[in-house]
Nanobody, 121 residues
Framework: QVQLVESGGGLVQAGGSLRLSCQAS????????MGWYRQAPGKQRELVATIISGDSTNYADSVKGRFTISRDNAKNTVYLQMNSLKPDDTAVYYC???????????????WGRGTQVTVSS
């Protein structure tokens, strides 16, 4: 059983910063892509940032220049450093990972339960 556990969410004023963490645990053979999605009230879930095992990153235009994604492969952990936060960043942030639980199978998608980020104006 693989699980992803997020931490670091909370309430912050506009212009402030938060750092989200997500650690994968369980039966893990390898982790390909890790990333973060978010879903605000009344909106669809959107991709925020991804990072592959080789540390190549991709960001949504709305967060580029403000957010930084990184990973620690030894800890099976992905981070999201969020700076210059805006009220529009308010959402539930979900950790994502493409994980192989054993060799010779394709990677499957796994999701965390989400952590709330609220940015006040």
């Amino acid at each position: 059983q693989v699980q992803l556990v997020e931490s670091g969410g909370g309430l912050v004023q506009a212009g402030g910063s938060l750092r989200l963490s997500c650690q994968a645990s369980g039966s893990i053979f390898s982790i390909n892509t890790m990333g973060w999605y978010r879903q605000a009230p009344g909106k669809q879930r959107e991709l925020v940032a991804t990072i592959i095992s080789g540390d190549s990153t991709n960001y949504a235009d709305s967060v580029k220049g403000r957010f930084t994604i990184s990973r620690d492969n030894a800890k099976n952990t992905v981070y999201l450093q969020m700076n210059s936060l805006k009220p529009d960043d308010t959402a539930v942030y979900y950790c994502y990972a493409a994980i192989k639980i054993r060799t010779y199978i394709r990677a499957n998608d796994y999701w965390g339960r989400g952590t709330q980020v609220t940015v006040s104006s």
